[in-house]
């Protein structure tokens, strides 16, 4: 249960859609359909197996052994040696979980749920189960990491992103989940005990390091933050390259609080112009940070004269503080330009960890049950009347799911034995 150092022993399991379990259990008195089955199968999700490292993949399967599974009711599961390298791959069905008696009805269903934002004690209940099975579940799901989940859905790597810490609690304690979001899905949600940017910047070279894994060459481009000192520090250490800016929603939802002490109207008039403001400075085409900066003085000036010198100075030393970050937003069209699609993720992380008290406890498995969880956020599908109805986060960034079913696509993505 222990947040262990040790690596999840490698394995190579793949879970195969065989339609029906009749057809499974036919299958297996076939040798020759049974593994033209499988091979079919991995071919029209497009996958690879993990051969070993010295074979090229192009050896034979032959089916090797098979075992009986008391813990499943007595269901045969066969292995699949590769003739050349000799590694060997656990075929599982679709209707059984490595390593558990629990029914994918049954897990679907309780993911579900806990996707939802029920607490784990309900979801177990309504499902006949222990909330225990449920947490192990899921730390099962987030022992594979998101980059690799979603690299075999197709995706690159995103080379913009937003990035900021999620406050939360452990008991008592405080703590911060680091988080990368690329439009809807989440590549990084981390778990650090302290906001230092030490803590952040050891979390955030998780991510970094699982891409640099992926792809040799991945660069940064830009980085939306909100500011915060250890964040900005975090990512200037880790992608010196890249650009960071300010969310340009956070500084019109800051401007009110910068000006104290005159009547409503005239605060709302000066949001008024600073949105004008923004607006007209997106809109350019060209010569946008220029603008901006001649706008900006030319708004404080404003404030100077209608709110009094104080709230004037204040402005402007707000202005000074944050304008590097807004000039970074407008410097490159590609830009995100406000962190609304990050702020949605820490809302839907903080509907599950708020219902959860009970399974945050200081010796839990956090990283991985929070990586269940950002795998649950990028693969159940929207409901029926969202935006992108009966589509996933993945499928809305353009990656490719391997079927229609996302309890499957979870089985199937979070396999050990595909490449
Ligand atoms: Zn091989």
Known sequence: MRHTTKQPRA?????????????????LGNRKAFLECVLAFILSIGFQLAHKATCRGGGCLTRHSHYVRVRLGGVTIWRLQCTTCHAVFTVLPHFVLRYRS????????????????????LCAIICHLSPMALYRLICALGQHSLVTVLTRCGLPLPTYFLAD????????????????????VLWHLGYTEDASA???TESYREFQRAASQQEPSYRVKGVLIDGFDSTSKSMRTLLPGARLGHCLRHALLKLPKKLMAIPSPVRKALRTRFHTLWYRVRRR?????????????????????TAGAANGARVRRWFHEKKAGWYAVLEDPRMPVTSTLLDQAHNAMERKLFMMKGFHHPKGSQQAFLTGLAHLYNLVPYQRRAQHAGQCGVEVEGGRVPTCDWFLNLQILTSGGFR
């Open 165 to 184: 810490e999620k406050h939360s609690h452990c008991l008592t304690d405080k703590v911060y989940l680091p988080t990368i979001v690329s439009g809807r």
């Open 102 to 121: 629990m029914r994918p009805e049954v897990a679907r269903n309780a993911l579900l749920a806990t996707h939802g934002g029920l607490s784990l004690e």
């Open 285 to 305: 085409k060209h010569l946008r940070v220029f603008a901006l900066g001649q706008r900006l003085r030319h708004f404080v000036e404003h404030v100077t004269a």
């Open 11 to 27: 394995n190579r399991t793949i879970t195969i859609d065989f339609q029906n379990e009749a057809t499974y259990f036919q299958l």
């Open 198 to 200: 030490v803590a952040f």
